[in-house]
């Protein structure tokens, strides 16, 4: 079975007066929402073998937290995550098909209309995503990424 784990980035502190969106950290609260979420991957079996996590500040320090509680992957940026589209996640997923349990890192609301598209079928069908939210997909093997394909195995949120 091909696994996929979605995990949204934690909460970030508010822009500063002229700081753009992409440079924004974690909160404190946020630090500890990734780390929480790295340890209940960990205790819960959901091992990755790669992380591919967006560009923005708080995305790749949402990483550095979840693969402390993790240990050690590997870590790909990929700047097509930020502000992504469904449709642009599947491009960057598709890049990575051969790699199972596969965890992306980003942002709603493509992250949740992706799950929504994934599991249901329909991007409009999303319940929402909280920060540090983490979506556990699965496919049988063979299946591709399509509409409808996967299923919904587990979702935590701290």
Partial sequence: MRELILLRHAHAENALPGQDDHDR????????EAEAAGRWLREHGHLPA???VSSARRARETVEQAL??????E???????YDATPGR???????????????????????????????AGRSGEFRGMPAGGVAVLQFD??????????????????
């Fill in 25 to 32: 950290p974690l909160s404190l609260q946020g630090q500890a």
């Fill in 50 to 52: 790669r992380v591919v």
């Fill in 68 to 73: 402390a509680a993790l240990g050690y992957v």
């Fill in 75 to 81: 870590v790909r940026e990929d700047a097509r995550i």
């Fill in 89 to 119: 996640l599947l491009q960057v997923l598709d890049d990575h098909r051969e790699i199972s349990p596969l965890l992306l890192v980003g942002h709603n609301p493509g992250f949740e209309q992706l799950v929504a598209l994934l599991s």
């Fill in 141 to 158: 093997e063979g299946v591709g990424l399509e509409p409808g394909a996967a299923k919904l195995a587990n979702f935590w949120w701290p």
